[in-house]
């Protein structure tokens, strides 16, 4: 059939129209979600084609972040699986990984991970590995937030906590998430109620809205706002949802469908989610508190200055800073103490809003780093996200490893009857002197009481590029090994970038082990490819930090907060 022959009896449609919907849903294999969006905008007769449930089944596979199984589950909690993609690639993609805080030096590497119908961030307890080994035994996690996908693709935020009364959950708003980001800030966001006399006044006044950002706060002020604001928004976990965040069989699914329609509820009707129905129309947000209860919870209780303070404060602020830039080389008497300025920001920040509440954001940000460790913001409510490199055939052994000291694996006696868990983060650098490839191998979680060198330290370092044909030193419990290559490996010293090192070797075996040996001790680093999803999936449930502390502890310790007897 020839073009002109196709054109006519198509009318002028488009040619995609002719394709059997399943040709073409094999064709958008090959196009990103994205793509198939503009499709629909570049011709109206493509609409209904793009729209079908088929296309965007096959550009939620595309994404890449979910296996067909679980898609095909998500979809009975939502409307369509253009809104699921639109969740999947919005909100999943650009989250899911390790993050990490310096402090506590023992307990902040957070996991985020697919829950269901939700991305679940998942502290990795420091813990000590029992006699079954790591991926047989219960690796310990708690939570720390989720985002949940709502019916029409739209997301809700939770943040995880405890009170005196137990595990607590803490609504708010998702504020944004760039595609790259690496910066996961946990803030309080003022939102004003718009209306339409407003709107028409700030028009006709040429008013443009001025906000100050809630990182540029002081410290203790930001630390205030979130504890005030989730004093007011928690709501008591119900046991159905206490610990169980994902699917681990079949029988799974109904239980946490009634608890993913738990949460909405308590997402939209508050303390008052019990009695309410999803579709029952909203008065009021319940997530959010008042600013002017804000301000009388801050101690500022004159009436009077409550309520001028939404018009006021940024031109105060702002004659303040003009007076203060002004009269610097003529006079000391218009320059502001820092208590000052640190009150009139504070005003500037809530006057942009009629309430407040908590807000999780996701940006991109250039950081510098060591040796892959993000230098971090210490008073920053904050996690940043390490990028794990996928192996290939010249870099075959990057990315996540777990393991313990002692061979053989997994071995404990009577006297040690468990051995700490330390995950490491292995990359590729080339020397500065001869450029050669070395591997080093980045500790981000160490399962000890206490702790001399701080995540980020390089627990060994090796010239990968200088194989040699160095024995193992012990017995081979049965272990083929392949190949080794000298390096040094931690030890004495302090610190974070100044520890001390001393020789050793790595060795390699052909099921994979990776054994670090340090020459003088002889002692054993024993090291494995770990799947974190799965053995989070099966591991064991411990309560949360109080809420602003869960999200990141900027407490600085060298101990474990989550051992017995820990310290909040």
Not at 92 to 116: D, R, T
Request: glycine fraction near 8%; charge should be neutral.
């Amino acid at each position: 059939m020839k073009i002109s022959d196709l054109e006519s009896e198509s009318s002028g449609a488009c040619l995609l129209l002719l394709l059997p919907e399943d040709v073409f849903g094999v064709i958008s294999r090959f196009l990103s979600p994205n793509d198939i969006f503009n499709l629909s905008l570049s011709c109206k007769s493509l609409c209904d084609l793009v729209d079908s449930e088929k296309i965007w089944l096959v550009q939620c596979e595309v994404v890449k972040v979910l296996p067909l199984y679980e898609i095909l589950q998500w979809r009975i909690g939502i409307s369509s699986y253009k809104a699921l993609c639109r969740f999947l690639v919005e909100v999943m993609k650009p989250l899911v990984g390790i993050w990490v805080h310096q402090n506590p030096e023992l307990g902040n590497v957070v996991y985020v991970m697919p829950g269901f119908l939700s991305v679940v961030g998942c502290r990795i307890i420091p813990q000590e590995v029992g006699p079954l080994g790591i991926e047989e035994g219960r690796v310990m996690w708690s939570p720390v937030f989720e985002i949940i996908c709502c019916f029409d693709g739209s997301t809700g935020f939770f943040l995880h906590g405890r009170d005196r009364d137990g595990s607590c959950l803490y609504p708010g708003f998702v504020m944004g998430i760039e595609k790259s980001c690496n910066v996961l800030l946990l803030e309080v966001e003022p939102r004003r109620e718009k209306n339409l006399c407003s709107e028409i006044e700030s028009a006709l006044l040429g008013k443009k809205e001025v906000r100050f950002s809630f990182c540029k706060l002081a410290f203790s002020d930001r630390r205030k706002l979130l504890d005030l604001v989730t004093g007011r928004v928690g709501l008591t976990v119900p046991e159905l949802s206490n610990g169980k965040l994902f699917q681990r069989s079949k029988d799974d699914k109904a239980m946490l469908l009634e608890r993913r329609t738990m949460l909405l509820k308590m997402h939209k009707f508050g303390g008052n989610w019990d009695h309410m129905n999803l579709e029952d129309e909203l008065c009021s947000i319940p997530i959010q508190v008042d600013i002017n209860d804000m301000w009388k919870n801050l101690g500022y209780d004159d009436e009077n200055q409550i309520q001028g303070t939404q018009r006021k404060s940024f031109s105060k602020y702002f004659r303040s800073r003009m007076k203060h830039i002004l009269g610097r080389s003529s006079s000391s008497k218009n320059t502001s103490s820092s208590s000052e300025i640190k009150r009139l920001n504070l005003q500037s920040f809530l006057s942009s809003g009629d309430s407040v509440g908590l807000s999780i954001k996701a940006s991109k940000t250039k950081l510098s780093s060591y040796r892959g460790w993000p230098n971090m913001h210490e008073t920053h409510f904050a996690l940043y996200k390490l990028p794990i490199k996928n192996p290939v055939d010249s870099q075959e052994y990057a990315g996540l490893w777990g393991g313990t000291f002692g061979w053989p694996p997994g071995k404990c006696t009577e006297d040690k009857p468990g051995k700490a868990l330390f995950l490491l983060m292995l990359t590729y650098e080339k020397s500065q002197v001869d450029s050669e490839r070395l591997l080093i191998g980045t500790k981000i979680l160490e399962g000890t009481h206490y702790v001399m060198h701080p995540n980020g330290s390089a627990m060994f370092v090796v010239n990968i590029d200088s194989p040699t044909f160095e024995l193992f030193p012990f017995d081979t419990n049965g272990e083929d090994f392949e190949q080794s290559y000298t390096g040094e490996g931690i030890a004495k010293g302090y610190g974070f970038r100044y520890p001390g090192y001393k020789p050793g070797s790595l060795f390699i075996t052909s099921k994979g082990l990776l054994m670090f040996v340090w020459k003088e001790t002889k002692v054993v680093l024993t090291l494995q490819r770990l799947n974190l999803e799965e053995l989070l999936k099966k591991g064991l449930f411990v309560p949360p930090l109080p809420p602003s502390l869960n999200f990141t502890y900027l407490t600085k310790s060298h101990t474990n907060v989550f051992a017995s007897g820990r310290k909040t």
